[in-house]
């Protein structure tokens, strides 16, 4: 790793523009949020876990851990978007294909909805960004 890269990936982090800060927040509060749908009523009286709201937490906490581990060892560099393509590509893929099949109602449709927009653009822009980084782009992200 660069020794001029800041000690962590939120300290590198922290220095990105302010849109790309709130989108990192947005991103984690999406995640996050499922957090609020781990539990459903059951027809049946009583109260069940809901798998996909576990799965985007477990994916979401996978992939943190496993970015910060990245960064010690490369740095800021775009292929830290593969912890990203890695964890929750799985987790989008079953999650739109319910939803695309109506699986899902109410509140939790719409946190789907939300989640399937902000972790579908996040997807895309890994996907560049790690193709970069596979074509050369080795340089630090952008540090201000």
């Excluded at 739109?96 to 109506?102: C, E, I, Q, S, V």
Aim: hydrophobic content about 55%.
């Amino acid at each position: 790793m660069n020794e001029a890269m800041p000690p962590d990936l939120i300290t590198a982090a922290a220095t990105e523009a302010t849109w790309l800060r709130w989108w990192f927040r947005i991103m984690i509060l999406t995640n996050l949020a499922a957090v609020f749908f781990i539990l459903r009523k059951r027809l049946s009286g009583g109260l069940t876990a809901r798998p996909e709201a576990l799965a985007i937490l477990v994916a979401f906490v996978a992939s943190a851990v496993t970015m910060n581990w990245l960064y010690d060892w490369v740095g800021y560099v775009r292929l830290l978007g593969v912890t990203h393509l890695v964890f929750w590509t799985p987790v989008y893929f079953w999650l739109l294909g319910k939803f695309l099949r109506d699986a899902y109602t109410g509140p939790f449709r719409v946190y789907a909805f939300i989640y399937l927009v902000v972790a579908g653009t996040c997807l895309l822009t890994d996907a560049a960004d790690v193709i970069r980084f596979l074509l050369g782009d080795h340089q630090p992200l952008h540090m201000n």
